[in-house]
């Protein structure tokens, strides 16, 4: 599939899901990703007042969270699919949260930032769905200031055997039975796993992030390798 029709294709995918996202993320990953996130969000140590932008930020769950820890700092959710979006405008405004978080409706590909602007660029479950994840890793390292993070949070490869192939048969297999019977989108679930057959694994992603000038990465896997965090920090000599 040729970058533009990915991107045609993902969104529509996303568009469709909207209303069960949050339930399905909760089914397919039996509740783990909001431990994960819980993890990510210590070894951010996001300091009071920071700003941040969540890219492909979806029903802005990771949004939230960067606000509540932030406090002050203005926090931006930036998404291609509208139908996420008011998902998650909803739930910025459930939580009285318009004066500091702002949705953007947006293509990952050309952030409509300045340089230097964020402490903070996160992307969640999505990197494995653009069109150029190099191109949107870039974007993410230029709109971060000097010392400030790239984090992502994605699915990833396990390696180890037998566990490997039993995940692989849940993912490929199961997930989108689930998807079918639950959110009557069989399609679309079947498109997620295939999602990750050519994305990296844990330590390619770990060279793609030293390769576009992030320092002191870390990589940390999550249940045998099913997922994994990636946070590097941008040189205080970068433009």
């Known amino acids: 599939m040729d970058p533009k029709s990915k991107e045609q294709f993902v969104h529509s995918v996303f568009e469709s899901i909207a209303p069960k996202y949050d339930m399905m993320n909760d089914l397919i990953s039996f509740r783990r990703h909001k431990a994960w996130r819980k993890f990510t969000m210590q070894k951010m140590e996001m300091p009071k007042g920071s700003t941040a932008i969540d890219i492909c930020c979806g029903t802005c769950d990771w949004t939230i969270s960067m606000a509540e820890a932030s406090g002050t700092g203005e926090i931006v959710g930036l998404d291609f699919s509208a139908n996420m979006l008011d998902i998650g405008q909803n739930k910025v405004n459930s939580r009285n949260m318009n004066k500091q978080i702002k949705l953007v409706q947006g293509n990952a590909m050309e952030l409509p930032f300045e340089d230097n602007h964020f402490d903070y660029a996160t992307i969640g479950f999505a990197l494995r769905n653009v069109p150029d994840l190099v ?21 990833s490869k396990p390696s180890w055997q037998p566990f490997k192939s039993i995940y692989y048969f849940y993912f490929q297999k199961v997930m989108p039975l689930i998807g079918k019977v639950i959110a009557k989108r069989h399609d679309q679930y079947k498109w997620l796993p295939a999602s990750l057959v050519n994305f990296p694994d844990i330590n390619r992603l770990a060279e793609i992030y030293r390769e576009i000038g992030l320092r002191h990465v870390k990589a940390y896997p999550f249940m045998g390798g099913i997922a994994a965090l990636h946070i590097g920090t941008k040189g205080s000599d970068r433009p």
């Open 135 to 155: 191109q949107v890793l870039r974007e993410m390292e230029r709109v971060v200031k000097p010392g400030g993070q790239v984090v992502c949070l994605e699915l």
